[in-house]
């Protein structure tokens, strides 16, 4: 089987292929072996965290009312270029549609339900990776600055706790005890028992190409430039030459788009630009995960380092780094947690980005020989184990543990067409675990 692309979906894909009992080369022109510049992909430089209280859609109710003075804060955790509004016009009205209630309140589900299972997904490839250090027990904590914003924090917080999300609302002297380096700014805090932080993103890649390659997996040091259907077979055309396979899986991040489209089949895909900012870390400044959403970035303790990593920008994959991004990112940084060190590095990544926050999961309309895991956005290193192991399942032609209808590569991104279905549990043998 060919899987494009080895950030953390393709690759936790390909792991969970070979779990399967299926032999794997991945092609990518930067993947994460020695000696190669992995820093492209979002799986590089994200925050680090894996979250399951994550369950709303970014696209919430009311956000249409709030965009325009979120792009004329300069300072602001969103921003776009103007020039790519003709690209963007189907993401965005499709974004726009998926913020009605009704429709935010069905993608929760959808996306709750995938959080259930994130576990099956990630703890057998930790296990096997081995020489991973968990930054777990603490939780991830949310804090808010006003008695109207924690209001909304208890409201998110009874619908967290009815899909099962372990959580509670935490005044701000109980924020202090947790966090006595914090600004003393904030009212109140809502704090996510069950997330925690992989030490450094880019070493687990690493750790998951050598379980690939242990296992008798390959790779392809090209990058895939057209994808053929036949009935032979699927062949890419890479750089380096044709790959033919029986299979392809496309998991490609924000690269995909392209490809699924040379492949027959069109994905509304964007890419959200995110940056990080890390500084020396000092030992015992910060001891969970921190947000405050209104700035839209993590502040995380991980290994030899304190990492602000988030914001949003419309910029497509192309684009220079904005350094006026960079400065408020680590101004605002220095505002939450004032004793943070020297500034150590800079980075900018592309979140591979739905409309309606649901990855694609699932095979082509085109020809069902070929599988798309992409469409990760905000979630890709929570949701990268999960969705491999859902793909091996179906490559291997077992049912999947949940249904898959609603992250389908064919559904209405928008929800425009035929309501999409809601994801029922359907727990099965489980295999390779
Ligand atoms: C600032 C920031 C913070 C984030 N924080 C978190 C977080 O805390 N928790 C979380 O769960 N998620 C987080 N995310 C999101 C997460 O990082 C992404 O969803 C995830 O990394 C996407 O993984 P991926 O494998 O789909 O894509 P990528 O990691 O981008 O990998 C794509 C790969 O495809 C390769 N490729 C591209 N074109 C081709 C081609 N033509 N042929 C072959 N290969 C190709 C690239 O070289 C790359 O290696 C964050 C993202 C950002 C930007």
Redesign the pocket.
């Known amino acids: 089987m060919a899987v ?7 690759l936790s894909t390909a792991l969970w292929l070979q779990r399967y009992g299926h032999q794997v080369e991945i ?5 994460p072996l020695p000696g190669m510049d ?1 820093r ?4 590089f ?7 399951p209280n994550a369950i709303f859609p970014v696209a919430s109710p009311g956000i249409l009312w709030k965009v325009p003075g979120m792009l004329l804060d300069k300072e602001g955790p969103f921003s776009l270029y103007w020039r790519d509004l003709p690209d963007l016009l189907p993401w965005l009205s499709a974004f726009i549609l998926s913020s009605r209630k009704p429709r935010f309140d069905h993608l929760t589900s959808c996306l709750a339900t995938l959080m259930r299972h994130i576990e099956v997904g990630h703890a057998p490839l930790m296990a096997e990776v081995g020489d991973i250090r968990l930054g777990r027990g603490t939780g991830s904590l949310h804090l808010y600055r006003s008695e109207a914003e924690l209001k909304s924090a208890h409201v998110a917080m009874v619908r967290r706790n009815q899909e099962g999300i372990r959580g509670d609302i935490l005044t701000a002297a109980q924020i202090r005890e947790r966090e006595p380096n914090l600004a003393q700014e904030y009212y109140g805090g809502a704090l996510f028992h069950d997330a925690y932080v992989l030490d450094d993103p880019e070493a687990y890649c690493h750790g998951l190409a050598r379980a690939i390659i242990a296992r008798g997996g390959s790779f392809t040091r090209g ?3 057209d994808l053929e259907i036949n009935g032979a077979g699927l062949t890419v055309r890479t750089s380096l030459g044709l790959i033919k396979s029986d299979r392809v899986v496309l ?5 995909s788009r392209d ?1 699924a489209r040379r492949s027959g089949q069109s994905l509304n895909l964007n890419t959200e630009r ?3 900012v890390s500084f020396t870390s000092q030992k015992e400044l910060l001891s969970h995960p921190v947000m405050y959403p209104s700035d839209g970035f ?1 502040l995380v303790p991980m290994a030899g380092e304190i990492r602000a ?2 914001t949003v920008e419309l910029g497509g994959l192309d684009k220079p780094t904005r350094p006026v991004r960079l400065e408020v990112l680590e101004r605002k940084a220095r505002r939450m947690l004032p004793g943070l060190g020297t500034k150590r590095s800079d980075w900018l ?4 980005s739905t409309p309606d926050s649901l990855p694609f999961i699932g095979p082509s309309l085109r020809d069902p020989r070929l599988f798309f895991a ?1 469409g ?9 184990g999960i969705t491999g192991k859902l793909i091996a399942a179906l490559v291997s032609g077992e049912k999947p543990e949940l249904d898959l209808a609603p992250f389908s590569p064919g559904r209405s991104t928008s929800g425009l067409r035929l309501a999409d279905p809601c994801p029922r549990h359907n727990p099965s043998r489980r295999r390779g675990s």
């Open positions: 494009i692309g080895a950030g953390v979906v393709g092609i990518d022109p930067a993947p992995f492209r992909a979002a799986s430089g994200n925050a680090a965290t894996i979250a990058s895939a430039e998991s490609a991040g924000a690269w490809l995110g940056y990080h993590f990593a988030g990544g592309f979140r591979p992409c990760h956005g905000h979630l890709g290193l929570t949701l990268g």
